[in-house]
C-alpha cells in the first residue's frame, strides 16, 4: 500500500532532510548549513568594519598625542589583561570543540564544550567588571569624566572632586559645584602659587613650609533644609608630618653602600600617615598668566596643591576639608646668583668634592613621567579605550546569549550531524570576538 503523500515529512525527518529543523524552502541540510554560513559570513564581515572606524581612530590619536598613549597604558593592569586574552583562547578551543561533538553526534561533549565557553565568557567579563570597578573608584573614566586620583606611576594627584580614597587637598570649589556638580568648574582655593611657598627656588621641586590642618564641619541649611554655601568648621587637627620625596635615578650611586646601610635609609623614609606634601596637577591648579594671552606660556606662574595622604582607601566626604598656611620663601634668602661668594663645604675624608652627575636611563625616566601629572588630552585614550573595550564588552555579553540557548537546545538533543548550524555559527561569531580582543590587548595593554 502506497503512504500517503507527506507521510514521509511526518516524524523525525521533519521534511524528509535527517532533522526536524531543516527548512522546507532548502534543497537538502547542506543547502541549509551553506545559507546559514553565508549569513554569517556577511554579519561578521560588517562586524570587522563596525570596528575598524575605532582602530582608525586609535590610529590618528596615537600618531598625533604619542604621550599620552606611553603615559595612560600604565593605568592598565597587564596581568588582568593578560589573563583574559588567556581566557578568550581558551574559549575558542572549547567552541570549535563543540562544533565537532555536535558533527559527531557527542551529545556529553557538546553540553560540556558550550558550559565551559559560557564559564570563560563570564570570567572575561568579571575581569572587565573589577578593571572598570577600579578605574571608576580612580577617576581614571572617559572625556570630562577623567580626573584621576593616581597617576600612572601610583602618585596620588590633585583632583577636581577632592574625594579620592586615602587622600583629601586643599582644592576648593564653589557651592553649587561642590554639591549639584562636583569635579566641574574653576579652582576657587586651595591653589599656591610656587614662587610664594618655593623654600629654595635653585633645588628642583617645591619645598613649602606650611602648617596644615584637617577641619571638619558640615554646611549650613536654611529654612527649607537646603545646603547653603557656607561651611562651618566644627574642629581641626594640624597633620605636622611632611610625606617624604620621592627619588629616582640614585639606585646606581648608592649601589656601594652596604646592605644594612641601604635597608637602614628606606625604612627611614616610609610615610608615617597621616602625612603632607605640595602636589601639583596643571588640570587642577592651572598656571597663572599675565599680560597678553599670546605670550602668557612664557609668563606663566605654576600653582600647586597640598595633598594629605592617609595611607588607606576610605573615602572623606565634604566634613572634611584641608587648610594649609603657608610661610613663603625667607625674607632674606642666601644669594644663590653669586657665582663668586665663598660657600661655606665641610668634606669628610674619602668624600668626594663633586657628586658625579648621574645620567638618568629611559626607564627612570618613564618611571619620572609617571610619577607625575598626566599630560594634556589623556583623556582621549580613555575615550578611545572605553569605546573599544566597552563595545567589545557588549559583544561578549551577547556571546553569553547565544551560547546559553544553545546549551538549553543541546540538552535537549536538537541538535544532530545532519543539524548542527547554529552551534557553528555561534563558534564563528566567538572566534571573531577573540581575535578582536588579540589585537585589543597588546595596543592598549603593552603600547610602549
Request: a negative charge.
Amino acid at each position: 500500500m502506497t503512504a500517503p503523500h507527506g507521510a514521509h515529512d511526518e516524524g523525525e525527518g521533519g521534511h524528509g532532510h535527517g532533522s526536524r529543523f531543516i527548512q522546507h524552502h532548502y534543497d537538502d541540510a547542506k543547502h541549509q548549513f551553506d545559507s546559514g554560513k553565508l549569513g554569517i559570513w556577511l554579519f561578521l564581515a560588517q562586524e570587522v568594519l563596525f570596528f575598524s572606524a575605532l582602530f582608525v581612530a586609535y590610529i590618528l590619536y596615537r600618531v598625533h598625542h604619542p604621550e599620552i598613549y606611553m603615559y595612560a597604558h600604565k593605568y592598565l593592569d597587564v596581568k588582568m589583561g593578560a589573563i583574559n586574552t588567556a581566557v578568550l583562547i581558551f574559549s575558542s578551543l572549547t567552541a570549535a570543540w563543540a562544533v565537532r561533538c555536535a558533527q559527531l553526534n557527542q551529545r556529553k561533549g557538546l553540553i560540556g564544550c558550550i558550559v565551559i565557553t559560557i564559564l570563560c565568557a563570564c570570567t572575561f567579563m568579571g575581569i572587565k567588571y573589577k578593571e572598570y570597578s577600579h578605574k571608576y573608584h580612580e577617576g581614571i573614566l572617559f572625556g570630562g569624566y577623567f580626573d584621576p586620583c593616581v597617576s600612572s606611576g601610583g602618585t596620588e594627584l590633585l583632583t577636581k572632586k577632592n574625594e579620592c580614597p586615602g587622600s583629601k587637598s586643599t582644592v576648593q570649589f564653589t557651592f553649587e559645584h561642590v554639591v549639584e556638580h562636583p569635579g566641574t568648574g574653576k579652582t576657587t582655593s586651595g591653589c599656591y602659587e610656587d614662587s610664594l611657598i618655593d623654600q629654595d627656588p635653585a633645588t628642583e621641586g617645591v619645598q613649602a613650609k606650611c602648617k596644615v590642618f584637617e577641619q571638619k564641619g558640615e554646611f549650613k541649611k536654611d529654612a527649607k533644609g537646603v545646603k547653603t554655601a557656607d561651611w562651618v568648621e566644627t574642629s581641626h587637627t594640624e597633620i605636622t608630618t611632611q610625606c617624604p620625596e620621592e627619588h629616582f635615578g640614585e639606585e646606581e650611586a648608592d649601589a656601594t653602600e652596604s646592605e644594612e646601610t641601604a635597608k637602614a635609609e628606606k625604612k627611614a623614609v616610609q610615610p608615617k600617615f597621616p602625612c603632607w606634601r605640595v602636589a601639583a596637577q596643571p588640570a587642577v591648579c592651572p598656571d597663572l598668566t599675565t599680560g597678553d594671552k599670546a605670550i602668557a606660556g612664557a609668563m606663566a606662574r605654576p600653582q600647586s596643591g597640598i595633598l594629605v595622604e592617609y595611607g588607606d582607601e576610605e573615602e572623606r566626604g565634604e566634613d572634611i576639608r584641608i587648610k594649609a598656611d603657608c610661610e613663603g620663601p625667607p625674607k632674606k634668602p642666601a644669594d644663590a646668583t653669586d657665582i663668586f661668594a665663598d660657600k661655606a663645604a665641610t668634606l669628610a675624608v674619602g668624600q668626594a668634592a663633586v657628586k658625579p652627575h648621574h645620567e638618568y636611563t629611559t626607564h627612570e625616566l618613564h618611571e619620572i613621567e609617571a610619577a607625575g601629572p598626566p599630560p594634556p588630552h589623556t583623556n582621549i585614550f580613555f575615550s578611545v579605550y572605553f569605546a573599544m573595550t566597552g563595545l567589545h564588552g557588549i559583544h561578549v555579553l551577547f556571546g553569553i546569549g547565544v551560547f546559553i540557548w544553545l546549551l538549553i537546545r543541546a540538552i535537549k538533543g536538537h541538535f544532530t550531524p545532519e543539524y548542527f548550524g547554529p552551534v557553528d555559527y555561534a563558534a564563528l561569531y566567538w572566534h571573531i570576538v577573540d581575535l578582536i580582543w588579540i589585537f585589543l590587548f597588546p595596543l592598549l595593554y603593552l603600547i610602549h
